[in-house]
């Protein structure tokens, strides 16, 4: 099954910290350049290095949470402050051909399509989903986050 995740950083070695995360993820099938932003809400903070990576994965949506979960256990995050800083956030974003609704997931995500620090670099792994993305809602001139590509992770 085709899965995306969206993950973030900007505490400590951010290209590390996301090279770390990718590398520990067996079913990687490819990654996305490197893009940084600047926080989109939560408190004044530095800015972010997002990336999306792509999956062929036989896991459920929630087995992918929980892989989340374990991915920023694994980078030592701290959840202090709601939208605060953080050496690793990762995010559920979209597993083809299944939606989900419950309290704890909501696939796809369902803030995605306003934030270009997630569709840009999500586009540049999957091209081929940029008109179910756009219509989805995704408009870049109106998304939240200038992003900046720096490069390969």
């Known amino acids: 099954?085709?899965?995306?995740?969206?993950?973030?950083?900007?505490?400590?070695d951010r290209r590390a910290i996301l090279r770390e995360?990718?590398?520990?993820i067996g079913e990687l099938v490819a990654v996305s350049p490197v893009y940084e932003t600047e926080p989109v809400g939560g408190p004044d903070q530095g800015a972010f290095y997002n990336i999306v990576v792509e999956l062929d994965t036989e896991r459920t949506p929630h087995e992918?949470?929980?892989?989340?979960g374990e991915l920023e256990r694994s980078a030592g995050r701290e959840r202090i402050v709601r939208w605060g800083p953080r050496t690793l956030d990762v995010d559920v974003l979209w597993v083809e051909g299944i939606v989900?609704?419950?309290?704890?997931?909501?696939v796809p995500h369902p803030r995605m399509v306003e934030r270009n620090f997630v569709m840009q670099p999500l586009l540049d792994v999957a091209p081929d989903l940029a008109?179910?993305?756009e219509s989805a809602g995704y408009d870049p001139?109106?998304?939240?986050?200038a992003v900046t590509r720096v490069g390969p992770l």
Not at 64 to 68: I, S
Not at 100 to 106: A, I, M, Y
Not at 141 to 145: F, S
């Open 100 to 106: 989900v609704n419950d309290v704890d997931l909501t």
């Open 64 to 68: 992918l949470l929980a892989l989340c």
């Open 141 to 145: 001139a109106t998304a939240l986050g």
């Open 131 to 133: 008109d179910i993305m």
């Open 21 to 24: 995360a990718a590398s520990a």
């Open 1 to 12: 099954m085709r899965a995306f995740l969206g993950l973030g950083s900007n505490l400590g």
